[in-house]
T-cell receptor
Framework: AQSVTQPDIHITVSEGASLELRCNYSYGATPYLFWYVQSPGQGLQLLLKYFSGDTLVQGIKGFEAEFKRSQSSFNLRKPSVHWSDAAEYFCAVGLASGNTGKLIFGQGTTLQVKP | DTAVSQTPKYLVTQMGNDKSIKCEQNLGHDTMYWYKQDSKKFLKIMFSYNNKELIINETVPNRFSPKSPDKAHLNLHINSLELGDSAVYFC???????????????FGAGTRLSVL
């Protein structure tokens, strides 16, 4: 069965430090991968997506992610974290179901940023 | 102008009551979804509708009944509320493309339901 695993439930980094959030997927075919961010009390906002092509994808707010097929991973990175990046981050894989698509989410990683 | 809007934002109610959550999208999308986020923040799809037709029903109790009066609206009605229904419910919408798994979903801000 398709699944997404985010091994880190909670991560704390200092402001200005680099960040990497891990995501592993289990999917037999070509995965369509997404990272969403959920700020406190807000809905989910798409950060970036990978469908094909260049395995390093750029997103909004200075985030990037690298797709590594050999490791079944799609890790999210940011070179310098800002206090406003504190939020919940979700990795997801897109699947077709009937004549629609659906997202299978990982458990999420809570990012705390220390001043 | 909010793209996907849900009302109410907060809903506190007693066990056994019936309640509804409304969702509207102004993006012109043809597919709408309901997701449930539990207390551990795990997100799971409940339903999806495409052009007012139910497509996905992910083993949700039949106390939950989605209703789509038109493509822009997907409401969620819950009968006989239970303690375990306490969660955040998110509405989302997308436009179906040639490859369905690539559909980018746009989410509302969520409705926090508390059943006492």
């Amino acid at each position: 069965a398709q699944s997404v695993t985010q091994p880190d439930i909670h991560i704390t980094v200092s402001e200005g430090a680099s960040l990497e959030l891990r995501c592993n997927y289990s999917y037999g075919a070509t995965p369509y991968l997404f990272w969403y961010v959920q700020s406190p009390g807000q809905g989910l906002q798409l950060l970036l997506k990978y469908f094909s092509g260049d395995t390093l994808v750029q997103g909004i707010k200075g985030f990037e992610a690298e797709f590594k097929r050999s490791q079944s991973s799609f890790n999210l990175r940011k070179p310098s974290v800002h206090w406003s990046d504190a939020a919940e981050y979700f990795c997801a894989v897109g699947l077709a179901s009937g004549n629609t698509g659906k997202l299978i989410f990982g458990q999420g990683t809570t990012l705390q940023v220390k001043p | 102008d909010t793209a996907v809007s849900q009302t109410p934002k907060y809903l506190v109610t007693q066990m056994g009551n019936d309640k509804s959550i409304k969702c509207e999208q102004n993006l012109g999308h043809d597919t709408m979804y309901w997701y449930k986020q539990d207390s551990k923040k795990f997100l799971k799809i409940m339903f999806s509708y495409n052009n007012k037709e139910l497509i996905i029903n992910e083993t949700v109790p039949n106390r939950f009944s989605p209703k789509s009066p038109d493509k822009a609206h997907l409401n969620l009605h819950i009968n006989s509320l239970e303690l375990g229904d306490s969660a955040v419910y998110f509405c989302a919408s997308s436009q179906a493309g040639a490859t369905l798994a690539k559909n980018i979903q746009y989410f509302g801000a969520g409705t926090r339901l508390s059943v006492l």
